[in-house]
């Protein structure tokens, strides 16, 4: 005997800020909801320190993820640690599959699964990830007492991450291919200018990764100081991520010209039965936060709970089919 997947009011795809907010709010609606997501706190649990979240003067963001998770565990909302990887409609109910094999019905779907980091895609590059080569500062800083390090790009992140290394580090060089930084918190980028040991090198891109069985050194495309190579122990690229929209995709949802997910004020796609929220939507302009993601997350859980109500047979129409 087949047996039927496990049918849900809700699926969310993701494990960061917007989902667990989702969850935690589809729990208290009495709805039934089910979190996948292959990496647990999205951007937030790496963020390092938080000093902006109301509530907390200061939190490591990880610490602050646990606190977003607790509730779900409360609710006994299960978390699912696994990558969604496809999502398709069959009338009003929706099938989820997943990475690891698992399969699952849904009502509604909550995509909130935030956005990959921009990679410099030279060569080597994935090759000596752990071995000089990273994309988060507040992993991989601590590893770097005493050495000189490089930190590509010129937005908030970038800014923070090089402050922090500048803690650990002997030297640190940002390198951003801009003449200015591009609009990094004015506290952040205060903090940068007062660590002695940064040095800022603008109108610049690295256009090689040099070394043997890992990062010794960075070319850039001129010169600097008499130089268009820096001998470097490792380098943080710090260059923005780009939407997660492969899910979006499949659905046939609506991206804007910059793919982000478009959404109306409740997280509503042009699919009917899909929301999201967070950093893979419009929601919020330029504004990704922390905080905007969790809104997001409880206006999305809304929207489902409103759909599920208006179809809450559903799937089980279509498990009695399939």
């Known amino acids: 005997m087949t047996t039927q997947p496990e049918a849900y009011d809700v699926a969310i795809a993701g494990q960061g800020a917007a989902a667990f907010a989702a969850g935690m709010y589809a729990a208290r609606y009495q709805i039934k909801p089910i979190v996948i997501g292959e990496t647990f706190g999205g951007e937030t649990a790496i963020g390092g320190l938080i000093e902006n979240y109301p509530g907390y003067p200061e939190i490591d963001g990880f610490d602050l993820m646990m606190k977003f998770r607790e509730p779900l565990d409360t609710y006994g909302v299960p978390v699912v640690d696994d990558k969604v990887t496809s999502i398709s409609k069959h009338g009003d109910c929706f099938e989820i599959d997943t990475e690891g094999g ?86 952040n980028l205060r903090r940068l200018e007062e660590a002695s040991n940064v040095e800022a090198i603008f109108n610049a891109n690295v256009i090689a990764l040099e070394g043997g069985d890992g990062l010794e050194g960075i070319a850039l495309d001129r010169e600097h100081n008499g130089a268009s190579e820096l001998d470097v122990h490792g380098i943080f690229i ?77 799937c089980r129409w279509h498990a009695a089919v399939a």
Request: charged content about 25%; glycine content about 10%.
């Open 102 to 187: 698992q399969k699952c019905l849904a009502t509604s779907i909550i995509l909130a699964v935030g956005r990959e980091r921009r990679t410099l895609n030279l060569e080597r590059e994935e090759e000596w990830i752990g071995r000089g080569v990273s994309y988060c500062s507040v992993c991989d800083a601590p590893l770097h007492r005493g050495n000189t390090v490089a930190v590509v790009g010129g937005g908030d992140s970038a800014v923070k991450g090089a402050t922090l290394l500048s803690k650990y580090a002997e030297k640190v060089y940002i390198i951003y291919r801009r003449e200015a930084f591009t609009r990094p918190e004015p506290v």
């Open 238 to 314: 710090e260059i923005g991520a780009d939407p997660r929209v492969d899910l979006a995709r499949q659905l046939g949802v609506n991206l804007n010209d910059i793919d982000e997910i478009i959404v109306d004020k409740m997280g509503r796609t042009n699919v009917e039965g899909v929301m999201a929220a967070g950093d893979v939507t419009d929601a919020s302009g330029d504004l990704k936060q922390t905080i905007t993601a969790a809104a997001q997350g409880a206006l999305a859980a809304t929207a489902a709970y409103e759909w599920a109500s208006a179809h809450p047979n559903a």
